[in-house]
């Protein structure tokens, strides 16, 4: 046994890609996950970055089960999900949950608050009577900070920030243990970000929550996060503390990624120095050999190409990175102002 | 001489809920090469305003009740003629909007559609519109141009469409270009690459910019001065040193105090509590004094109206133009 509550071991999710009308054959394979390693602690906060296309999402649904990875293992509190199967596996659900980015779609437009909170506490614990649901559903309401008096509204009633409180309630009315939130506040405003941010905060405090939370903002995932681990292209290339991979990134994409973040401050805006990736990320059906960074990479050599690097830390620390010149590089992001 | 001043501009959207005030008397003006950054959170009036200027409000339901926009000295935007306009607009004044996925063609060659402007406007040969075609989007950072003409936008990633947006845009040397959140599709490091481009070629050409942005600090870099928008009106404008460093209304302290990164870790953030206010009500006083923590008695009941507290500085906080408040 581990002492990890949410241990990962080398998840590969792959999507084939078919062609032909009469004879369906797959030309290739779109490696959204591939051989990702990951544990968690319970109640740790756990931030996943990355653009969009580098697999936050997939990796996100495949540790949930909601898709069913390739290969590879997820172990919940040591129970291994990815060998569970039919009902076992659904009633295991009430231990991890998702709260998913819109909340306009994640809602059915024809349930009250009330109708959607009850049949998520009676999927799981069919005993629940009448009288209980109610003031159950109540207290639900108030946890996440909504009236009770909007028990009986419909979705198009709630602005967005109120329907990313219902769907958090949603998320927690079976008492989950592991969270994922997928952008979850990425569809919402600047004032009302910072509402469900404290609340997914407090919530994760309050109920011991493991709480992956999945975004690519990195100012929101600095804040909010334990950990941080950088994903690209399917692979997880940084992982450490919140503070240390924002101040003192090792990877070069992680620099690069952190020196485009935008601060509001219009003078150090101004004097700092961006290191501007060229080209876009490259596609997931065939990424490039050796690093899946190196052709975009400002630091590149040849190896870079020949071999995929491993995990590896400067200091035996939990700050690790996978880059083969992470020894010759300045940690840090190089002329900051 | 400014090449565009706005004045008390108000659009309106009439629907069966009622009128929604989108833009409720907006004054501005913007000088020539000038970058002006314009703020707000969704519903707050600053892509309608800035749509009402160049007639792309669907009326109905919108119209535009009243105001002026003088252009370049002499024509007003929002009461010239339909055709004086379409000499302006595309020509002189050009737009990127945020979705580069929803404002291309689908079905159109990248290069029919961006030669488009060049056919329309300046009567080219199409031969020589296509060499210029090419040029626009060598410039934009565009590889192996000459055979991307002929690509479609879906063979395009994002970034790159938005790059295809902005050759199209600047293809006729415009005099302004309005951005509506150029970058808020795009990943970061993609975001990066874009402004520099705009602010490279605002270089070239000399050109105005308006960006509008729900993006304190993406218009932090890049603008000369702000507009910060709430609910209809503009509530704070100046330069932009003095927006971020010397904020004087409380609903732009709020903003800047609620973007996450600034507190130490485990702290809570700032909230402004409660939601914007529905639009379709009146509103009497500050649109802004049920949220806000400064709040007294009168702010509830007495019109707000923009007004200078320092040279180039305006707020239109009540009790700052009143008491002097610091906040």
Redesign the interface.
């Known amino acids: 046994m581990s002492d990890y509550f949410l241990e990962i071991k080398d998840l590969k999710t792959h999507f084939p890609v078919e062609r032909g009308i009469f004879f369906r054959h797959e030309v290739g394979r779109v490696k959204a996950v591939d051989g990702v390693n990951l544990s968690q602690s319970q109640g740790e906060i756990l931030g996943l970055v990355g653009?969009?296309g580098c697999g936050k999402s997939t990796l996100g649904r495949s540790i949930l089960q909601l898709i069913r990875p390739s290969s590879g293992e997820v172990m919940l509190d040591g129970k291994s999900l990815t060998r569970m199967q039919g009902e076992a596996l659904r009633l295991a659900r009430a231990d991890f949950q998702m709260i998913f980015q819109d909340p306009f779609a994640s809602l059915n437009p024809r349930m009250t608050v009330l109708d959607a909170l009850s049949e998520a506490m009676l999927t799981h614990n069919k005993a629940l009577s009448e009288q209980e649901l109610k003031p159950t559903v109540t207290g639900l309401m108030k946890r996440v900070g909504l009236s009770p008096q909007y028990l009986r509204k419909y979705p198009h009633e709630f602005?967005g920030?109120q329907r990313q409180r219902i769907a958090i309630a949603r998320a927690l009315a079976v008492n989950p243990k592991l969270l994922v939130a997928d952008e979850p506040v990425s569809a919402l405003?600047?004032?009302?970000?910072?509402?469900i941010?404290?609340l997914l905060?407090?919530l994760a405090k309050e109920m011991d929550l493991t709480l992956i939370f999945i975004s690519?903002d990195?100012?929101?995932v600095?804040?909010?996060s334990d950990r941080i681990a950088v994903m690209y292209l399917g692979r997880i290339v940084e992982l450490g503390p919140?503070?240390e991979v924002f101040s003192n990134p090792l990877h070069p994409y992680t620099k690069?990624?952190v020196?485009?973040?935008?601060?509001?401050?219009?003078?150090s805006?101004?004097q700092r120095k961006?290191i501007?990736?060229p080209g876009?990320p490259p596609s997931a059906m065939n990424p490039p050999p050796g690093c899946p960074f190196h052709p975009r990479c400002p630091y590149a050599i040849n190896d870079c190409s020949q071999t995929l690097p491993a995990f590896d830390s400067l200091d035996g620390s939990h700050h690790q990175a996978s880059c083969i010149r992470l020894r010759e590089l300045e940690p840090g992001v190089p002329n900051q102002a | 001489m400014p090449l565009l001043t706005v004045e008390d501009l108000k659009t309106s959207f009439h629907t069966r809920e009622g009128i929604t005030a989108a833009v409720n008397g907006v004054s501005f003006r913007i000088e020539h090469g000038e970058t002006l950054g314009i703020v707000g959170?969704?519903g707050s009036g600053k892509s309608v305003g800035c749509y009402s200027l160049v007639d792309l409000i669907p009326r109905p339901p919108g119209k535009i009740e009243s105001g002026k926009a003088i252009f370049d000295n002499t024509t007003d935007l929002l009461s010239c003629s339909h055709s004086t306009l379409q000499g302006i607009r595309g020509k002189r004044i050009a737009m990127i909007f945020q979705d580069p996925m929803t404002s291309l063609n689908p079905y159109m060659r990248i290069g029919d559609q961006l030669i488009e402007p060049l056919l329309i406007h300046f009567d080219m040969k199409r031969k020589q519109a296509i060499r210029k075609g090419i040029e626009a989007l060598e410039e934009v950072g565009i590889h192996d141009a000459e055979n991307r003409m002929r690509s479609f936008p879906h063979e395009f990633?994002?970034?790159?469409r938005q790059r295809v947006m902005i050759a199209m845009a600047l293809i006729t040397e415009p005099d302004l270009l309005i951005a509506d959140e150029p970058t808020t599709a795009l990943?970061?490091?993609?975001?990066?690459?874009i402004l520099?481009l705009i602010q490279r070629e605002q270089e070239n050409l000399g050109m105005a910019v308006i960006l509008i942005s729900?993006?304190?600090?993406?218009v932090?870099?890049?603008c000369d001065r702000v507009n910060i928008m709430y609910a209809g009106r503009i509530f704070e404008t100046g330069p932009?040193?003095e927006i971020?460093?010397n904020p004087q209304h409380p609903y732009n302290r709020?903003?800047?105090k609620?973007?996450?990164?600034l507190?130490a870790?485990g702290e809570?953030?700032?909230?402004?509590k409660g939601?914007p206010p529905d639009l379709s009500k009146r509103v009497t006083g500050c649109p802004f004094s049920s949220r806000c923590e400064y709040a007294v008695d009168y702010c509830s009941q007495e019109p707000i109206r923009l007004a200078e507290t320092s040279p180039g500085h305006s707020t239109a906080c009540l009790r700052v133009q009143k008491e002097n408040l610091t906040v």
């Open positions: 653009e969009s602005s920030g405003d600047v004032s009302i970000q910072a509402q941010i404290n905060a407090q690519h990195l100012s929101v600095k804040h909010i919140a503070e690069a990624l020196s485009a973040v935008p601060t509001a401050d219009p003078h805006e101004r961006r501007i990736l876009d | 959170e969704s990633s994002g970034g790159m990943d970061v490091t993609v975001q990066a690459q520099e729900h993006d304190l600090a993406v932090s870099g890049f932009t040193e971020f460093y709020a903003l800047q609620s973007i996450p990164g507190q870790k809570e953030l700032y909230t402004i939601m």
